[in-house]
């Protein structure tokens, strides 16, 4: 063995040495030494517990009953429900998904300087065109996709992907 190896195993062996010191023999006498205080804590803990009874036993004041008759009292409503207020009709039409009627398909996109053409169901429209069979309208044209919304309220969109027909 070299002397590094040698140095290294002799460390070991005390550590070894010192853990089986600290756990056998030196625990023993922690043990004994909190045994001997725990009269003082008893006599504190006692101390403590009779301060308490005593406050409880001249009554509780106003406010504590009030937080204690309010704690036990049934709730009117669950508080973490969350209300939503009243809808009103064109809100709730708001909400309401862009049904089609039938289907439309954007198969071809023409640009011509600034004006642009969709091809929906082999007809070409452009920007504010109305729609035959739904009377949605066109809001905007890409090359990739159209939106399409209903005339009567302007946050209705419906995006029309570009449909490869071979």
Do not use: C
């Not at 704690?71 to 969350?82: E, G, S, V």
């Not at 309401?96 to 640009?111: A, D, E, R, S, W």
């Amino acid at each position: 063995m070299s002397t590094g190896e040698k140095v290294l195993v002799g460390l070991m062996m005390l550590a070894l040495v010192y853990g089986v010191y600290t756990v056998f023999f030196s625990a023993p006498q922690e043990e004994t030494a909190s045994l001997n205080g725990s009269n003082k804590d008893m006599e504190t803990l006692n101390i403590f517990i009779s301060k308490i009874a005593d406050k409880t036993n001249n009554g509780l004041s106003e406010a504590q009953v009030y937080a204690l008759q309010k704690a036990q009292a049934d709730w009117k409503q669950d508080p973490m429900m969350i209300i939503e207020p009243k809808l009103t009709q064109e809100e709730i039409a708001a909400r309401q998904p862009l049904v089609l009627k039938n289907q439309i398909l954007y198969t071809g996109f023409l640009q011509m300087g600034d004006k642009r053409l969709a091809i929906l169901n082999g007809i070409e429209h452009e920007i504010g065109d109305r729609l035959e069979p739904d009377g949605l309208i066109v809001r905007n044209i890409f090359p990739n996709h159209v939106v399409v919304g209903s005339p009567d309220i302007k946050s209705k969109k419906l995006i029309l992907p570009m449909e490869e027909i071979e």
